[in-house]
């Protein structure tokens, strides 16, 4: 029954605390924009580093001048 001379008292001052930046983050128009951050991040940011155009594919080299090859992962003869 002593623990209750201090919970109740605690937890009012914690209430009171609660309210008190409840009341100042309404007066500092802290909920004023609701969804701007949540359709924010729907947007880039980066759209000048986005390249416009793919880039220009490089031509194929022609192996068919060469001999053909090991693979380099082939195993020692013996």
Known sequence: ?????LLLPLALILGV???G???WALKNNQFEDME???QRILYDD????IP????????A??????PASEPEC????G
Do not use: C, K, V
Not at 74 to 77: A, E
């Open 1 to 5: 029954m002593d623990i209750l001379y």
């Open 17 to 19: 605390i609660g309210l």
């Open 21 to 23: 930046m409840m009341i």
């Open 36 to 38: 701007g951050a949540a």
């Open 46 to 49: 980066d759209q000048g580093m």
């Open 52 to 59: 416009t155009a793919p880039p220009a594919p490089t031509p």
């Open 61 to 66: 080299p022609n192996h068919a001048s060469e």
């Open 74 to 77: 082939s195993p020692p003869r």
